[in-house]
T-cell receptor, first 113, second 113 residues
Framework: DSGVTQTPKHLITATGQRVTLRCSPRSGDLSVYWYQQSLDQGLQFLIQYYNGEERAKGNILERFSAQQFPDLHSELNLSSLELGDSALYFC????????????FGPGTRLTVT | DAKTTQPPSMDCAEGRAANLPCNHSTISGNEYVYWYRQIHSQGPQYIIHGLKNNETNEMASLIITEDRKSSTLILPHATLRDTAVYYCIVRSQSSGSARQLTFGSGTQLTVLP
């Protein structure tokens, strides 16, 4: 158990819909990272927050957004969902902003039908 | 960050040492070697990291060649639960460097009974 929690574990929704994935980092960790893992793309970095502020951005679509709240939990919002958004979404946390040792949650499996 | 090359797959007998190689011939002086693993569909797990000296922790040992162009992750007594994809990642720890982890294809290690 990494100490990072993610909810929900599974999510099934239809195209065009909007969903919110939630992540609680390990106690004391200030940074949260979001990754997407699809069958054909492998693990891809989406975005990082550090102590409430956006720190780094990867190949995150404009339809996706995230935020980190004062209690340090984070939410990833996915809108106008497409079939290709079906994937595992992982959240990771680290104590510092450099992301050197990241601890991953169990992931949320999103299926868009 | 330097690019890494790993064999796509390896087998290992249960109870024997698993030696997973990684080539990183373009590594620069301030870049560390990190190893993560991902058991099927679970979140990646941090294993170990090092700069130039060999490192050991409760999970594994990391051997880095003197020229730092390659490294080997050693699982001393592999068990069936070590079956996973192992990722070798080279990362700088400087403050201006990218903060995300860039996962390649990794090595699928299968531990055989």
């Amino acid at each position: 158990d990494s100490g990072v929690t993610q909810t929900p574990k599974h999510l099934i929704t239809a195209t065009g819909q909007r969903v919110t994935l939630r992540c609680s980092p390990r106690s004391g960790d200030l940074s949260v990272y979001w990754y997407q893992q699809s069958l054909d793309q492998g693990l891809q970095f989406l975005i990082q927050y550090y102590n409430g502020e956006e720190r780094a951005k990867g190949n995150i679509l404009e339809r996706f957004s995230a935020q980190q709240f004062p209690d340090l939990h984070s939410e990833l919002n996915l809108s106008s969902l497409e079939l290709g958004d079906s994937a595992l979404y992982f959240c990771a946390s680290s104590i510092e902003g450099q992301g050197l040792e990241q601890y991953f949650g169990p992931g949320t499996r999103l299926t868009v039908t | 960050d330097a690019k890494t090359t790993q064999p796509p797959s390896m087998d290992c007998a249960e109870g024997r040492a698993a030696n997973l190689p990684c080539n990183h011939s373009t590594i620069s002086g301030n870049e560390y070697v990190y190893w993560y693993r991902q058991i099927h569909s679970q979140g990646p797990q941090y294993i170990i990291h090092g700069l130039k000296n060999n490192e050991t922790n409760e999970m594994a040992s990391l051997i880095i060649t003197e020229d730092r162009k390659s490294s080997t992750l050693i699982l001393p007594h592999a068990t069936l639960r070590d079956t996973a994809v192992y990722y070798c990642i080279v990362r700088s720890q400087s403050s201006g460097s990218a903060r995300q982890l860039t996962f390649g294809s990794g090595t699928q290690l299968t531990v055989l009974p």
